[in-house]
């Protein structure tokens, strides 16, 4: 049954304790229908900054077995550099309890173990040279999983509908890019107006159902790297089709008559 429910706060009431439990309860209650049905993974924010030493994790929320998960402020890391791949992980250490409160935390830390185990989460990955820094600026799509020295953010899964997804933020690098040439395909421009519409991920039902119809495949359940990486052969299609950028000044040369 469907129903409304505020505690009322005025003088001379007895504050009750079922009055302060409505008022623990009732945030969360809601985000939890929200994420109903929702794969682990980043909800919002967690955008990954880069200095000389540092990875800066930039507040935002997590979901993760159906518990959530806030980082209010911004979190350094310090990094090394070690020629071998290293991951960005997010650890899940269970419920911890008081007299006070009942917790869930965790540990962030960088990994050489490249598994992810069932207790984590990847935030990214990289492979730093010695000498050398890192960087989340990519020249274009391809760039974002260039070898060395590059923050790579594909495997990191993002909380959607169903299952785990792609971050937006490759889906908008994917759909400017695309978006530089002359699309012709109905498939392309419909695909690449949503990705540049949302600010919250992308279901990966939807991706797949565009990568397969796009590239003519049989649907399956693909992984983040493989999703990239036909999203990356159907941009280079679009690319390659075309052969030149689209003239972004094309009105402003064109004389009207009224």
Known sequence: MFFSKSPVFSRGRILKIDMLEHLRDFPKDIIKINLNGYGNGIVKGCRLLVNDDYIIIEPGIIYFHEEIYLLKEEYKLPYEHTNETAILKVKFMGESSSKDFVSHGTEVFIDNDTNIYEDELELCRFKLKEGAKLRNNYVNFEDMTTGYNTLN??????????????????????????????????????????????????????????????????YKDYSNERLYKMLLRILKDIIGRKGRKRDRNYLSKKILVD
């Open 153 to 218: 953010i594909i495997h990191t899964p993002f909380a959607a509908y169903g299952k785990s997804t792609l971050s937006p933020y490759v889906l908008t690098n994917f759909a400017k890019e695309a978006f530089g040439y002359k699309l012709s395909n109905p498939l392309d421009i419909s695909f690449c107006m949503q990705s540049l519409q949302r600010e919250e991920p992308m279901s990966k039902e939807l991706i797949i159902n565009y990568i397969s119809a796009r590239l003519e495949i049989e």
